[in-house]
């Protein structure tokens, strides 16, 4: 086969053989589908023949039997079943099982899997610091999710724009730029040739100097008014603002630079278009949306308002576009985001990777767009909502003295208390130093992604580190020490090497293996569909039990196997190291060769 060629699944060719055979066999039922899932009376159960039987009149089992006897022969179909209410159980042979898994092998890093031809342009806006501000566990979901999303998207065929939608712009910059106009000494962050030491530098002195602004805000009234009038030069493009507000910026993107560092995320100079980015097209987006009647005047307000969105005293509630003192609120923004990335970026989706807190003010930006025109059957705008990251107490994750968590302590601790678990085991593997805290941090980081990735995104989830670096249950270590079990195997092979051999017959355990091996490519296609990583993770972890049972039932380089049998165990297991490699990367996690 080619290099890179698409693999059928073995379920979707069993489905079209089935489908075909409904036809060959009803051909008065039409175009069927035999509804096919995984059995455990079987490899597979086919169970559309039980509404088609009430939509003929006829009897099931019959049905099934007419069914049956239209499968044509070949050498996917071991066997079929025919039990209850005209359900068919199929049996595939252990040839094709072995020889598509082998299709898969010899198709590189992708593994059979499909690009999608018909894929277009998504926009996905996630991890969304704000510019003088330290990150914090709030700002983790957005990130880590956003940024597997990325990853599986592209994989899939899809062509992915990265936004990083930053709080750059606003009232607060007009305080601290007036107060650095003041104090110009204040802002004392040196260069020191280390990134995350520049970085945590760079944001201790912005923290120290929003705080004495604030309290000179709230104490002066003068100053106060300076403040205010240093808005209305920023917004206006005053050169010496804008120099002092860029300078804020950049000190930022150091830090924030740092933190995404530590995550082992890449964050691109270009993906980062603030609020700022958006501001010259602000008085646009709001004259379009009154000149079509979208929005409208209320109370010197320019407003858009929604029949389903009402407040507690049952009148309406709107989306306020512009304020009364002319300021624009959030939603012009968010409306002029959408123009620019339709219009300009020629999206065909819109992904935003946002707090479910903020599921409102989406519904009705993305229905005022839609009013606009800028969103329509072929343009669309989804919110990847996600819930809140708790402590152990089920309450928002803080410290003992009430504060939220820094984001880059929260991965200090991670890695700390990986990298005591893989020295405690780095002995019996021989690793060095260097090893030891390279796949501590690695262990670490992807404790903390693997645990938010296996949770719904919508819902919450308890941070316990304990349980996060466990190398039991269904964690990332767990799939790290997986894989690296398999490498360990590998190098111990000797002049055996992974060769799949479809003559073979399979016991129950690889019979397993393979067959979901053989879902990988279904899967991540689900998954880029509806956005929903954690069924990826869901899909490793249960690949990594089925190994565990593997190993149990079935010895890989025992001298009591024909040499024929250790080559396809061997060829087994690579695969398998291959997608759970393929797997982890998608969701943002390493996997280490020794561990």
Known sequence: MPEHGSVNSLASTLQQQLADALSAALPE??????????????????????????????????????????????????GVEVSGPGFLNVTL?????????????????????????????????????????????????SAVIGDAMVRILEFTGESVVRRHHIGDWGTQFGMLIQYLVEHPDELDHRATGDEASEGEAAMSSLNRLYKASRALFDSDEEFKARSRDRVVALQAGDPETLAMWQRFVDESKIYFYSVFDKLDMEIRDPDIVGESG???????????????????????????????????????????????????????TDLSAIRDRVQNLKADTLLYVVDARQS??????????????????????????????????????????????????????????????????????????????????YVGVGAVKYADLSTSAVRDYKFDLDQMVSLNGDTSVYLQYAYARIQSILRKAGDAKPVAHPELELAPAERALGLHLDQFGEVLAEVAAHY????????????????????????????????????????????????????????GIRTPERL
């Not at 499909?114 to 700002?139: F, L, R």
């Not at 009705?364 to 025109?373: H, S």
């Open 29 to 78: 039922a039409g175009a069927a589908d035999p509804l096919l899932r995984r059995s455990d009376r079987a490899d597979f159960q086919a169970n559309g023949i039980l509404a088609l039987a009430k939509k003929l009149k006829g009897n099931p089992r019959e049905l099934a039997a007419k069914v049956t006897d239209a499968l044509p022969a070949s050498d996917l179909i071991k």
């Open 93 to 141: 042979t252990d040839r094709a099982i072995t020889e598509t898994l082998a299709a898969r092998a010899a198709d590189g890093d992708r593994l059979g899997i499909p690009v999608n031809a018909a894929a277009g342009t998504t926009v996905i806006d996630y991890a969304q610091p704000n510019v003088a501000k330290e990150m914090h566990v709030g700002h983790l979901r």
């Open 532 to 587: 929903e990583p954690h069924k990826l993770a869901a899909y490793l972890y249960q690949l990594a039990s089925h190994l565990t049972t593997f190993y149990d039932q079935c010895h890989v380089l025992s001298d009591e196997n024909p040499a024929e049998v250790v080559e396809n165990r061997l060829f087994l297991v690579e695969l398998t190291a291959r997608t759970l490699h393929r797997g982890m990367a998608l969701l």
């Open 278 to 332: 958006y501001n010259d097209m602000l008085e646009e987006t709001c004259r379009i949306l009154e000149e079509t009647g979208v929005a409208v005047r209320s109370e010197g307000a320019l407003c858009v308002f929604f029949d389903d969105v009402l407040g507690p005293d049952g009148n309406k509630v709107p989306l306020i576009v512009k304020k009364t003192n002319g300021g624009y609120g959030y939603a012009a």
């Open 360 to 441: 409102l003010h989406f519904k009705m930006v993305f229905e005022t767009a839609r009013r606009a025109g800028w969103l329509n059957d072929d343009v669309k705008a989804h919110q990847l909502a996600f819930g809140t990251v708790l402590g152990k107490d089920g309450k928002p994750f803080k410290t003992r003295e009430g504060v939220t968590v820094r984001l880059q302590d929260l991965l200090d601790e991670a890695v700390e208390r990986a990298t005591a678990v893989v020295r405690e085991k780095a002995g019996k593997v021989g690793l060095s130093e260097r090893e030891i805290v390279e796949n501590g941090r």
